[in-house]
């Protein structure tokens, strides 16, 4: 199992393989725009995410990445 996840947007996915977590990444992405554009909120909720406008949006700096392993 394969999990996806944009920190920046707290958006996560997975998938039996690699290429099935980034395809499902990306389809959960493009629904959660969709959202934001139908409900008109796009700009606000990605101010609210830490993103910046400058001629395009740029995404907050992600100051650590860390890969850990959990045992249940």
Same mark, same amino acid.
């Given at each position: 199992?394969?999990?996806?996840?944009?920190?920046?947007?707290?958006?996560?996915?997975?998938? #039996?393989?690699?290429e099935?977590?980034?395809?499902?990444? !990306?389809?959960?992405?493009?629904?959660? &725009? +969709?959202?934001?554009?139908?409900?008109?909120?796009?700009?606000?909720?990605?101010? #609210?995410?830490?993103?910046?406008?400058?001629?395009?949006? !740029?995404?907050?700096?992600?100051?650590? &990445? +860390?890969?850990?392993?959990?045992?249940?």
């Amino acid at each position: 199992m394969y999990v996806a996840y944009i920190p920046q947007l707290n958006l996560a996915s997975c998938g #039996e393989t690699l290429e099935e977590a980034e395809k499902n990444i !990306k389809d959960a992405t493009e629904g959660f &725009f +969709e959202a934001t554009d139908k409900m008109g909120t796009t700009k606000e909720v990605l101010e #609210e995410a830490g993103f910046m406008f400058d001629q395009e949006w !740029k995404a907050p700096e992600i100051l650590k &990445f +860390e890969k850990m392993r959990v045992a249940v």
